[in-house]
């Protein structure tokens, strides 16, 4: 049997089918080792390469930790890019060439400016024990800045902006009618989000794209789950979204106007071409004043030189 289709039939198809517009690609993380560590790299992966300035995203843990074997990632350089430094849980040291020392703990943020060039370490404390959980994402530098000055910020409070169904902290950029102190040399946002049960409501901004990762827990995005594991891209065009939590969930909400410059990645460098890499990595390879000394304790992190440029050999 059928009947003639009314106006209330067709109003919430078309809602639908507008809903169904908006992008939603979800991808699948890469599990990788940084040091003794496995993460999973949400960003870059070949069919996303960045999310406005973001191009970098590695979720670690949770694992568990001891005071003398934890984070032991001995010094090794950067160029073009910023590191931004989150925890959930644990602790970590930062040592960089310009001299910085910095213990970072959760609710804290660590963000690292490479230009032209620095070195760091990340390292275990010596005195914690338990759980350990982060972030790390990188942010591609534009020209106006790549090869400028290095820098190093540690923000131990960040904004916080209440949710209808949780909590917003504001690593960079703004978000509702909170502002990041944090350093930002693009137009683009990152947030950790804290959702309890039932939905929350979103603002965005629609000249925006948007990528969602879910650190513990689990997100509805319409019919869509997101979980650990996976980047769901958004697509710019939103004003809004709705998250349907179940239970606790944590996640990163990563934004920005799409990067408009060719951004090449080799090894822990940001660059435009392969000439920059070769340089900056014969500068480490030569313990150059480009990257300067770190003191750790850890041996230094030589790398291999970059595939094309090594001669065939035979
Ligand atoms: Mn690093």
Not at 58 to 69: K, N, R, Y
Not at 190 to 205: A, S, W, Y
């Amino acid at each position: 049997m059928s009947g003639p289709v009314t106006d209330a039939d067709t109003a919430p198809v078309a809602e639908l089918a507008k809903a169904e517009e908006r992008t939603l690609e979800v991808g699948d993380s890469r599990e990788t080792q940084v040091g003794t560590v496995w993460v999973r790299r949400a960003l870059p992966r070949r069919e996303r390469r960045t999310v406005g300035a973001w191009c970098f995203v590695d979720h670690f843990g949770p694992l568990s930790v001891t005071e003398d074997a934890g984070m032991s990632i001995g010094p090794h350089p950067h160029i073009g890019l910023q590191t931004v430094t989150w925890l959930l849980a644990g602790e970590i040291e930062h040592h960089d060439s310009l001299g910085s020392e910095q213990v970072i703990r959760p609710g804290q943020l660590n963000l690292m400016t490479a230009g032209a060039g620095i070195a760091h370490a990340e390292e275990h404390t010596g005195n914690y024990r338990g759980e350990m959980q982060g972030v790390q994402l990188w942010v591609a530098q534009p020209q106006a800045t790549r090869q400028g000055a290095a820098a190093f910020e540690h923000h131990p409070e960040l904004p916080r902006v209440d949710l209808q169904g949780g909590t917003a902290t504001i690593l960079v950029g703004a978000f509702g009618d909170g502002l990041s102190p944090a350093r930002r040399d693009t137009d683009h946002v990152g947030i950790e989000l804290v959702l309890g049960p039932g939905t929350t409501l979103l603002p965005l901004q629609p000249e925006y794209e948007y990528a969602l990762v879910v650190l513990d827990g689990s997100i509805s995005v319409g019919e869509r789950l997101i979980t650990p594991g996976h980047l769901a891209y958004l697509g710019d065009g939103r004003d809004e979204i709705d998250l349907a939590a179940t239970a606790r969930t944590r996640a990163l909400l990563l934004g920005g106007i799409p990067f408009d410059e060719p951004v090449l990645m080799w090894w822990n460098f940001v660059g435009r071409n392969r000439e920059e890499f070769e340089t900056a990595y014969r500068a480490w390879a030569e313990h150059s004043d480009r990257f300067g000394d770190v003191r750790s304790g850890l041996p230094r992190v030589a790398g291999s030189p970059p595939l094309w440029s090594r001669r065939p050999s035979g």
